[in-house]
């Protein structure tokens, strides 16, 4: 079946820190890839996604490109600021059914 | 505006007792779906339905039952089978379904049963 594997948190960073929030995937087909950001006590936002390899999708500063190879989408974002607290989602979806979420992990930004 | 509601944000229920949670979206869409998440967990699907009058069983939907009578709405009840409803409710909302469709998810509902 499809499953999302994301690193465990919480990753706490300094402000202008750069990030990374790495995420690999199993899937049959060929999926479309998201990154989800929840602030606390509220939904889900997408914040970028690909939908075929070497795809790069970028929204805010934050980058992740589709790596069909590694079977990777992991999070960038050059310098993050104390407003990027929250917790982050990698997902897939095979079009078959609805997303398949990872785990989350959870950012904390110290200024 | 458009986008999805739910309401309400905080729900309280003794147990035994069933709940529904209310989903409305304006935004046309055909396909609505039910996450649950649980503390430290992603979310993981209830329900889902892509049109009108059809819904299917997601990977947790003991214990949970839908209704899709009107393209924007979807409401989730939550009976007292469900051995473990306290937990965080998120709807959304998709033009349709496949993998070049994106999700809009609602601001979700808390429930706590007691």
């Known amino acids: 079946g499809n499953s999302v594997t994301q690193m465990e948190g919480p990753v706490t960073l300094s402000e202008e820190a750069f990030l990374t929030i790495n995420c690999t995937y199993t899937?049959?087909?060929?999926?479309?890839l998201f990154w989800y950001v929840q602030y606390p006590g509220e939904g889900l936002q997408l914040l970028l996604k690909?939908?075929?390899?070497?795809d790069k999708g970028s929204n805010k500063g934050f980058e992740a490109t589709y790596r069909k190879e590694t079977t990777s989408f992991h999070l960038e974002k050059g310098s993050v600021q104390v407003s990027d607290s929250a917790v982050y989602f990698c997902?897939?979806?095979?079009?078959?059914?609805?997303?398949?979420f990872g785990s989350g992990t959870r950012l904390q930004v110290q200024p | 505006d458009g986008g999805i509601t739910q309401s309400p944000k905080y729900l309280f229920r003794k147990e035994g007792q069933n709940v529904t949670l209310s989903c409305e979206q304006n935004l046309n869409h055909d396909a609505m779906y039910w996450y649950r998440q649980d503390p430290g967990q992603g979310l993981r699907l209830i329900y889902y339905?892509?049109?009108?009058?059809?819904?299917q069983k997601g990977d947790i939907a003991e214990g949970y039952s839908v209704s899709r009578e009107k393209k924007e709405s979807f409401p989730l009840t939550v009976t007292s089978a469900q051995k473990n409803p306290t937990a965080f409710y998120l709807c959304?909302?998709?033009?349709?379904?496949?993998?070049?469709?994106?999700?809009?998810f609602g601001p979700g509902t808390r429930l706590t049963v007691t």
């Open positions: 959304a909302s998709s033009s349709g379904q496949g993998r070049q469709y994106e999700q809009y």
């Open positions: 997902a897939l979806d095979t079009g078959r059914r609805a997303l398949t």
């Open positions: 690909a939908t075929k390899a070497d």
């Open positions: 899937a049959t087909g060929y999926p479309s």
């Open positions: 339905s892509q049109i009108v009058n059809d819904f």
